[in-house]
């Protein structure tokens, strides 16, 4: 009987495996493509396929490498957007239309991610999504979990455009909505305000930290870490400047429903820093999102 039940556990470990396909936004140059490639190849040797799409590159191209990596280039630059705009023109093509495709869960991370030790079994635990899931409890880094449907559907929001600036995409990754060269596009919050992570949670692997210190050589070479629990992997982030350590204060932080989010938000809206009477800025707090 243990037999038999282990047994079950693996192929429904197998299954579930086959219906997750990492997505790998990515940019063509050396750094990037060897860290989009070495990401890859550990997700692989998981279990999982990836489709690693690089931005930049001189023409489109989309090759399907082994039964478990496939690779889009396109030669749009849109930061932190190039695997939609990619799997889309894929698709276009004709690419990723078998029933494995257009029932899998797909997961948006970036190639400055890796993998935990908990990244397999938080894999697992990802359920079957309808439209777009963020993976980070404030829906920070544009890494989440959508099905094929969404994908298509935010590729169009970055047709007939070329280039996203960093500035810009890091805005739209925070929740604001950018304009250029007169068209707008509006932030993934504006599709969905739900997370995979939960405020209250019964383990410490399934909560999502930010280093306080920084990981580099230097200055120039820095980053800080985002532990992202609800996939299992790191993040790590550029910045140039300090941050506040969020503190759950009261049980008014513990977001559950879109009410709570509503309410948090609205009271966080007109908070200011001031120092010896003079105003020296707003903060607009990144709020957990709604389970």
Avoid at 33 to 60: M, R
Avoid at 83 to 88: D, H, K, P, V, Y
Avoid at 114 to 138: C, L, M, T
Avoid at 169 to 188: M, T, V
């Amino acid at each position: 009987m243990n037999f038999t039940f282990a047994s079950l556990k693996i192929v429904f470990t197998k299954n579930q495996m086959e219906n997750k396909i990492f997505l790998i936004n990515s940019f063509n140059s050396s750094k990037y493509v060897n860290n989009a490639q070495i990401l890859s190849q550990d997700i692989e040797d998981k279990g999982f396929l990836t489709i690693i799409v690089y931005g930049g590159a001189l023409e489109f191209a989309c090759l399907k490498l082994s039964d478990k990596k496939w690779v889009i280039s396109i030669k749009e630059n849109l930061s932190d957007n190039n695997a939609f705009f990619g799997f889309e023109q894929a698709f276009r093509v004709g690419h990723f239309r078998e029933n494995s495709f257009r029932s899998s869960t797909y997961i948006y991370i970036h190639d400055t991610c890796q993998i935990s030790d908990n990244f397999v079994e938080r894999i697992n635990k990802i359920p079957s999504v309808s439209g777009w899931i963020f993976a980070h409890i404030y829906g920070l880094y544009n890494i989440g979990v959508c099905d094929q449907t969404f994908l298509l559907t935010r590729a169009n929001d970055f047709k007939g455009m070329t280039h996203i600036p960093k500035d810009k995409s890091i805005a739209l990754e925070q929740g604001e909505s950018i304009h250029i060269e007169g068209i707008e596009i509006k932030p993934l919050i504006h599709y969905s305000k739900r997370t995979l992570a939960k405020v209250i949670t019964d383990k410490f692997s399934n909560c999502d930290f930010m280093s306080l210190n920084a990981v580099g050589v230097s200055s120039d070479s820095k980053r800080f870490v985002t532990y992202i629990g609800s996939l299992g992997i790191y993040k790590f982030v550029g910045s140039h400047v300090s941050y506040f350590v969020p503190i759950w204060a009261s049980p008014a932080h513990e977001v559950q429903t879109q009410a709570d989010y509503d309410t948090m938000k609205a009271s966080f809206a007109q908070i200011q820093l001031s120092s010896q009477g003079r105003q020296i800025g707003n903060i607009t707090p990144w709020i957990p999102l709604a389970p």
